[in-house]
């Protein structure tokens, strides 16, 4: 559990928020002209990334209001909240060496190469 | 080339007592890896391990490695409620399942490894008209599919489980329930052991605290990885990563329609044996089972977003707990003692991926999510038979990646029940 700062009603439990999936997936502006590889490409196929995700977020059990995330999926740190239709943030100090750069606190899964920065 | 391990029995454990126990053997080996394997493994878990253990004795290789970035088995195989059942609606589920139960019966005799298989019944509890609906038409798909399960109305729940509440006043009422008598619990760790050891006794290698960083490709053609032990050569490698098959698989391209999220489970304080059977209900979310050891083994519901973190929320563990409780009002002053979360790999249709790629020779066991470990056996003997040959078995043909492009989903979602 961590806590989500809903950019119009500030800090809540994440319990109050669904989350939208990766951000950033066009809708295909040409549909019947699209292949099923790109279909399946579009409704199906996912980054999931283990590291830092842009993601979509809705206050679902407050404002009910859509806004995009940028978090750590390797340890559930927020580093970034940005609005709807905004370009992803460059996001600098990124240290973190996925596949697993974990840090020792905080997460079970814990790499046994992992070196402290 | 190596000592064979000794077979247990009776008399050995006699022979150690004397010993006061003292004196029993490491049951693998832990070799440092080769430069060159006929076939790889990345990912030590049940499934990873069962696909060398059926590639050397099915398929006759030898020069087999298993990869493992931290111990064998500590993954979801040794953090999962060890549901066992096959009692799954589609025809493609149905035999996938099916046919590891089966190899589960025999399992212990085979590896001389004491699994703790124990068929104890699964009963999937039904609590609104939708789901007496939804188990009915299960219950004949299964029959129609060779299947055991019957169909159990409230009286038969509650003489089948004396303690469960069958009042017609909770919130959501028992009306019915599915029971598989063949399907039930095993220990999970034993499992992982049990095949290790097999694998292991016929040359494979099981190389641990070794992660897989990169894999090489030339021309189409998989070639070796990269570890943090140095590179290994060999141009078959079989992907087993569970929550991790994302991560790998970006480090060649592949595209997966996977997502990776924390689902928790708990164990209680120990207590004398009082739940005989597994019970799992879909509409209220929850899952409980009592291991040998006496604790109530409860699974909760995944997070709903992306984490490798190992841990979820606590409001999920709440829901569920709220949920055994109204069914089991006898638990509520019962101490939780342990809880926990694994990553698991959740696919969209929620049936495996179980295939060949792009990649000549790189092939991905993954998608079970979050009720792969009733498959293990059944997954390893698939996948081996894939990568030996090149080609899928009859029984995992269904659950290959093109199926995102040609709509031939399994859909088993809502459909299995609870799907673990
Ligand atoms: C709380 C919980 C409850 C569950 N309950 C049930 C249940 O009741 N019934 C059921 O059938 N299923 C259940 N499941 C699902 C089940 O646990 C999994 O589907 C199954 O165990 C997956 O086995 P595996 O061998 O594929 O994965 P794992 O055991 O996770 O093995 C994957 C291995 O790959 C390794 N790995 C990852 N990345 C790398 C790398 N880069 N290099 C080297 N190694 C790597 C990992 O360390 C790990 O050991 C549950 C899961 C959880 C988390
Ligand atoms: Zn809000």
């Given at each position: 559990m961590f806590l989500i700062n809903c950019p119009y009603c500030g800090e809540r439990e994440q319990a109050e928020f669904s989350c939208g999936g990766e951000a950033h997936i066009v809708r295909p502006k040409n549909p019947p002209e699209l292949t099923d590889d790109q279909w399946s490409e579009y409704l199906f196929m996912r980054k999931n990334i283990k590291g830092i995700q842009f993601e979509r977020w809705n206050h679902s059990n407050g404002c009910r209001r859509w806004f995009n995330v940028a978090r750590n999926t390797a340890t559930d740190e927020i580093l970034k909240i940005y609005n709807m239709g905004e370009k992803p943030p460059n996001i600098s100090g990124d240290a973190l060496d996925t596949p697993s750069g974990e840090p020792e606190i905080g997460s079970g899964n814990i790499s046994t190469t992992y070196t402290k920065k | 080339m190596h000592k064979k391990p000794i077979k247990y029995s009776v008399f050995s454990l006699f022979k150690n007592a004397l010993s006061y126990h003292e004196n029993w053997q490491?049951?693998?080996?832990?070799?440092?890896?080769?430069?060159?394997?006929?076939?790889?493994?990345?990912?030590?878990?049940?499934?990873?391990?069962?696909?060398?253990?059926?590639?050397?004795?099915?398929?006759?290789?030898?020069?087999?490695?298993?990869?493992?970035?931290?111990?064998?088995?500590?993954?979801?195989?040794?953090?999962?409620?060890?549901?066992?059942?096959?009692?799954?609606?589609?025809?493609?589920?149905?035999?996938?399942?099916?046919?590891?139960?089966?190899?589960?019966?025999?399992?212990?005799?085979?590896?001389?490894?004491?699994?703790?298989?124990?068929?104890?019944?699964?009963?999937?509890?039904?609590?609104?008209?939708?789901?007496?609906?939804?188990?009915?038409?299960?219950?004949?798909?299964?029959?129609?599919?060779?299947?055991?399960?019957?169909?159990?109305?409230?009286?038969?729940?509650?003489?089948?489980?004396?303690i469960i509440n069958t009042s017609p006043n909770i919130r959501y009422p028992v009306l019915g329930a599915t029971l598989q008598r063949r399907a039930g619990t095993a220990r999970h760790d034993a499992v992982a052991w049990g095949y290790a050891r097999g694998a292991d006794a016929m040359g494979v290698d099981i190389i641990q605290n070794c992660e897989v960083t990169g894999i090489n490709v030339q021309n189409g053609n998989v070639t070796g990885i990269e570890t943090t032990k140095g590179r290994i050569n060999s141009n078959r490698i079989g992907v087993v990563a569970a929550g991790h098959s994302s991560v790998i698989a970006n480090m060649v391209g592949i595209r997966l329609p996977i997502e990776s999220r924390p689902l928790q489970a708990l164990v209680s304080e120990p207590v004398k044996p009082i739940l005989d059977t597994v019970v799992m209900s879909n509409t209220i979310h929850a899952y409980v089972s009592q291991s040998d050891k006496g604790e109530l083994v409860i699974g909760a519901g995944t997070d709903g977003y992306t984490s490798y973190t190992q841990r979820g929320g606590f409001n999920i563990v709440e829901d569920t707990i709220m949920a055994v409780v109204e069914l089991f009002p006898l638990f509520s002053r019962m101490k939780m003692l342990r809880h926990w979360g694994g990553i698991v790999d959740i696919c969209p249709d929620a049936s495996p991926i179980i295939s060949k790629t792009h990649i000549k020779g790189l092939y991905f066991n993954c998608g079970w999510g979050t009720g792969g470990f009733k498959a293990t056996p059944g997954s390893g003997w698939v996948f081996a038979h894939t990568i030996a040959n090149d080609q899928p078995h009859i029984l995992n043909a269904p659950f290959n990646i093109n199926r995102f492009s040609s709509g031939e989903l399994v859909d088993e979602h809502g459909a299995a029940a609870v799907a673990h």
């Amino acid at each position: 559990m961590f806590l989500i700062n809903c950019p119009y009603c500030g800090e809540r439990e994440q319990a109050e928020f669904s989350c939208g999936g990766e951000a950033h997936i066009v809708r295909p502006k040409n549909p019947p002209e699209l292949t099923d590889d790109q279909w399946s490409e579009y409704l199906f196929m996912r980054k999931n990334i283990k590291g830092i995700q842009f993601e979509r977020w809705n206050h679902s059990n407050g404002c009910r209001r859509w806004f995009n995330v940028a978090r750590n999926t390797a340890t559930d740190e927020i580093l970034k909240i940005y609005n709807m239709g905004e370009k992803p943030p460059n996001i600098s100090g990124d240290a973190l060496d996925t596949p697993s750069g974990e840090p020792e606190i905080g997460s079970g899964n814990i790499s046994t190469t992992y070196t402290k920065k | 080339m190596h000592k064979k391990p000794i077979k247990y029995s009776v008399f050995s454990l006699f022979k150690n007592a004397l010993s006061y126990h003292e004196n029993w053997q490491p049951v693998w080996r832990s070799p440092a890896p080769k430069t060159e394997y006929d076939a790889i493994i990345i990912g030590g878990g049940g499934h990873g391990l069962t696909t060398a253990y059926y590639l050397a004795k099915n398929h006759g290789l030898t020069k087999i490695a298993v990869v493992e970035k931290g111990w064998i088995g500590l993954g979801n195989t040794g953090r999962n409620t060890t549901i066992i059942r096959s009692n799954y609606l589609w025809d493609q589920s149905a035999r996938l399942y099916d046919h590891a139960l089966k190899l589960w019966e025999g399992m212990s005799q085979e590896l001389n490894f004491n699994v703790m298989f124990s068929q104890r019944g699964v009963m999937n509890v039904a609590h609104n008209l939708h789901d007496v609906r939804e188990l009915k038409r299960r219950w004949h798909a299964n029959r129609l599919n060779d299947i055991d399960c019957e169909w159990l109305n409230t009286k038969q729940v509650k003489e089948f489980c004396p303690i469960i509440n069958t009042s017609p006043n909770i919130r959501y009422p028992v009306l019915g329930a599915t029971l598989q008598r063949r399907a039930g619990t095993a220990r999970h760790d034993a499992v992982a052991w049990g095949y290790a050891r097999g694998a292991d006794a016929m040359g494979v290698d099981i190389i641990q605290n070794c992660e897989v960083t990169g894999i090489n490709v030339q021309n189409g053609n998989v070639t070796g990885i990269e570890t943090t032990k140095g590179r290994i050569n060999s141009n078959r490698i079989g992907v087993v990563a569970a929550g991790h098959s994302s991560v790998i698989a970006n480090m060649v391209g592949i595209r997966l329609p996977i997502e990776s999220r924390p689902l928790q489970a708990l164990v209680s304080e120990p207590v004398k044996p009082i739940l005989d059977t597994v019970v799992m209900s879909n509409t209220i979310h929850a899952y409980v089972s009592q291991s040998d050891k006496g604790e109530l083994v409860i699974g909760a519901g995944t997070d709903g977003y992306t984490s490798y973190t190992q841990r979820g929320g606590f409001n999920i563990v709440e829901d569920t707990i709220m949920a055994v409780v109204e069914l089991f009002p006898l638990f509520s002053r019962m101490k939780m003692l342990r809880h926990w979360g694994g990553i698991v790999d959740i696919c969209p249709d929620a049936s495996p991926i179980i295939s060949k790629t792009h990649i000549k020779g790189l092939y991905f066991n993954c998608g079970w999510g979050t009720g792969g470990f009733k498959a293990t056996p059944g997954s390893g003997w698939v996948f081996a038979h894939t990568i030996a040959n090149d080609q899928p078995h009859i029984l995992n043909a269904p659950f290959n990646i093109n199926r995102f492009s040609s709509g031939e989903l399994v859909d088993e979602h809502g459909a299995a029940a609870v799907a673990h």
